[in-house]
């Protein structure tokens, strides 16, 4: 999946095995509110806790009721809305392949058919045992000097990386690449350089002293070294030590998490020669070649320093050390199909101890997120078909219009910003390309060999494919249009560098959206997603992009400062946030999220407004609390310690609740539900933050 600063996504969430965490809200949906007059009792939906003021807590006044008697599956990191929709789509996926299995031999539905029986065939996956890896260790066995190490890393390079989030969990490579447009030609494709390497999910859990991480790191360098014997490699508790310690120089060269997201240290162009030069140590030569990249004479360096050090460490760190580091990385990279103990032993330590899941998913729900991977658009053809009608892509496009002619008002309503600024910034709106649903264009997986009988062999033959379908692009015309999700995604995104946004079918089902509901309820929740996509091109790095998703100023200087002095005091706001006595929210870390979010609420709440009309001020008072609690239910959740620990750590979006406070800075929050001074959540209006 491509994706990056030109993808940034809604909600993502860590899970072992569905790539997104799983979060379940009530099914009970909003009422529909006609225009009422006055003196009804205040809005209520299932599972509010009116015990709490929602000046106190707003996420407790409209979820708690519900997060009292809710229980996290034991397969699940966290439970709450996701959880419910990934679970229905779950099931009509596993009924499409059931069909794809029998589908006419050769054809595409078949290819998901027989990937999905040759990842459930764990009779024949036990028979072969470590055979189908042993061809990648024979490989790494035969490294005799390091320009053979720097052929065999730039022969495992892969570009399914996302810049933001580019330390790659269970990657076999120290770089990752992603291709995109450049930063300052959006005619063609280019490629980026970024850093990886990395089996814990950030450069954090190796650096700090944080008495947890430090337990942490001990508990992985005892998973590596289970990996190692499983496989039967010999001293396999001096390699764990040895893989770990090489691990940690790694991450030392990592940039932290608040510059990944700084687009404007990522903009390091170096020629092929300057390679060799800037960053000495590895043989760029054999990589390049390796990697199917001899005539790339230009990359994009998104983390210079990783790329400098990683390179380094290829000349200092012994072959041995490496060979062993590579060894792991190929085993836990492939545990899902190798024999059943590797698979449990990945989950152990990934699922168990990292996230504090107590139960592994069912393999069947394993195999539909591997296909999801590997064949995506395959099946997403099949799931659009039977379960998103051409009514519901209608309605949504109505609504982004709406979305958008908002943020357009809302734009020319600005009084600190200079003429020529918003004429940029409209210009961004008017060239937005809009894809609901699913892809103009789905990906072709013609050329792609899939056996009902090699499990292993899948997934290394749709990795290599997926890697040369992203070498083929490289120079070539950009598709503004290309999608980086799937139709069968519970996600959405904005693309900055293709001015893009994307609403996969899967997120567009209740409660999230339902044809049935009212306005009040779809636009204080897919509303408010759609909004905050559309916002992602106006926060602290999509800001930084032009109409033609170019990295070029074009704002005001003042009017660019005082952009930066309203998302400061945000960022000031979240870190303020504590879920846990040890660990704040780092607001600066979570900033483009938090921007999109409250942005993505005034949008939301501006068209609703518009579509309802004209109302008396009782029943508007009724549809805004409609709308709050509904933009509040849309976050409803729970999550295990471990797993909320990792996010606060690692991930640009706070969590939930946190972003449920979201309505603190609304004015209207506060006239809907006689939010007073004194109550916790209650800020000044001279304190509630106004970006957009």
């Known amino acids: 999946m491509n994706s990056s600063l030109a993808s940034r996504y809604f909600k993502v969430k860590p899970a072992v095995a ?43 006044y409209a979820n708690g009721g519900w997060a009292k008697t809710a229980v996290i599956p034991a397969d699940q990191t966290g439970w709450g809305i ?10 009509q996926l596993k009924d499409l392949i059931q069909a794809a299995v029998v589908a006419a031999p050769g054809s595409e539905e078949r290819k998901v058919g027989d990937f999905f029986t040759a990842y459930m065939d764990t009779a024949a996956i036990e028979k072969a045992g470590i055979t189908p890896l042993q061809t990648r260790l024979d490989a790494i066995n035969a490294l005799k000097t390091k320009a053979d190490l720097s052929t065999y890393l730039g022969g495992q390079l892969r570009a399914d990386v996302d810049p933001i989030n580019a330390t ?51 508990l992985y360098q005892a998973h590596v070294e289970t990996m190692l014997r499983l496989a039967g490699i010999a001293d396999a508790k001096q390699a764990a030590e040895r893989v770990v310690k090489l691990e940690t120089r790694i991450a030392m060269s990592h940039a932290p998490r608040e510059d990944t ?24 030569d054999n990589f390049f070649k390796a990697a199917g990249l001899t005539t790339q004479n230009s990359f994009t360096i998104w983390h210079p320093t990783a790329v400098k050090g990683e390179a380094a460490l290829v000349n200092s760190a012994s072959l041995a050390d490496w060979q062993n580091y590579l060894r792991f990385h190929a085993i836990n990279a492939h545990a899902g199909v190798l024999p059943k103990a590797f698979a449990d032993q990945k989950f152990s330590f990934y699922g168990t101890t990292m996230s504090g899941t107590p139960e592994q998913e069912e393999r069947s729900l394993r195999a539909i997120a591997a296909i999801n991977g590997t064949l995506g658009d395959a099946l997403g053809k099949l799931y659009v078909a039977k379960h998103f009608s051409p009514e519901a892509k209608a309605k949504i496009r109505a609504l982004v219009s709406n979305l958008l002619d908002a943020l357009g008002k809302r734009i020319d309503a600005l009084d600190w910003m200079a003429p020529s600024t918003k004429a940029e910034a409209q210009a961004k709106l008017k060239t937005m390309y809009v894809g609901v649903g699913y892809p103009d264009k789905w990906r072709d997986y013609s050329g792609l060999e899939i056996r009902a009988d090699d499990a292993y062999g899948n997934i290394e033959r749709a990795d290599a494919y997926a890697y040369q379908q992203a070498l083929e692009k490289l120079g070539k015309p950009v ?80 009017d660019f400062s005082h952009f930066k002095k309203s998302a400061k005091a945000l ?29 993505g609420l005034n949008i939301a709440y501006d068209a609703f407004h518009t579509a309802a009309g004209k109302q008396d001020d ?14 509040a239910e849309s976050w409803r959740g729970i999550e295990r310690e471990q797993s909320l620990r990792r996010q606060i750590t690692t991930n640009e979006h706070a969590p939930d609740a946190y972003r449920v406070y979201t309505v603190r800075n609304l004015d209207a929050w506060y006239n809907a539900f006689n939010v ?6 209650y800020l000044t209006p001279a304190m509630r933050v106004k970006i957009w």
């Not at 404007?264 to 020629?271: I, V």
């Not at 790095?541 to 109409?547: I, K, R, T």
């Not at 607001?587 to 938090?594: A, H």
Request: proline share 5%; with cysteine.
């Open 676 to 681: 007073q001074p004194g109550q916790k959540l």
């Open 18 to 60: 569905t790539l997104a965490l799983a979060f379940l809200c009530s099914a009970t949906p909003l009422s529909s509110l006609a225009a009422e007059t006055a003196a009804a009792a205040p809005v209520t939906i299932a599972g509010m806790d009116t015990s709490v003021k929602p000046g106190d807590d707003f996420n407790a």
């Open 618 to 631: 009782a029943t508007n008072n009724r549809l805004d609390q409609e709308f709050f609690l509904s933009y």
């Open 571 to 599: 960022a000031t706001q979240y870190s303020a946030y504590k879920p846990f006595p040890d660990l704040a929210i780092n607001g600066q870390q979570t900033l483009g999220e938090n921007i999109a979010d409250l942005a």
């Open 168 to 218: 790659n969990v269970w990657t076999e490579n120290v770089f990752g690449m992603w291709v995109s447009q450049g930063f300052h030609d959006n005619t063609k494709y280019t490629a980026y350089l970024l850093q990886g390497g990395l089996g814990l999910p950030d450069r954090e859990y190796y650096l700090t002293k944080n008495p947890k991480m430090v337990e942490l790191r001990s």
């Open 261 to 284: 997201s700084n687009v404007q240290k990522a903009d390091n162009t170096w020629m092929k020669a300057d390679f060799a030069k800037k960053a000495p140590g590895l043989d760029w």
């Open 479 to 558: 598709d503004v249009a290309q999608w980086c999700m799937t139709a069968q995604e519970i996600n959405a995104v904005n693309m900055p560098m293709q001015n893009a946004i994307n609403f996969p079918a899967a997120i567009l089902q209740a409660p999230y959206f339902d044809l049935n509901a009212s306005d009040a309820a779809n636009y204080g929740s897919i509303g408010a997603t759609i909004g905050h996509e559309i916002s992602h091109s106006f926060d602290d790095s999509g800001a930084q992009f032009n109409a033609k998703g170019e990295l070029k100023n074009w704002w005001q200087k003042a």
């Open 82 to 91: 996701f959880g419910e929709i990934n679970e229905r789509t779950n099931k």
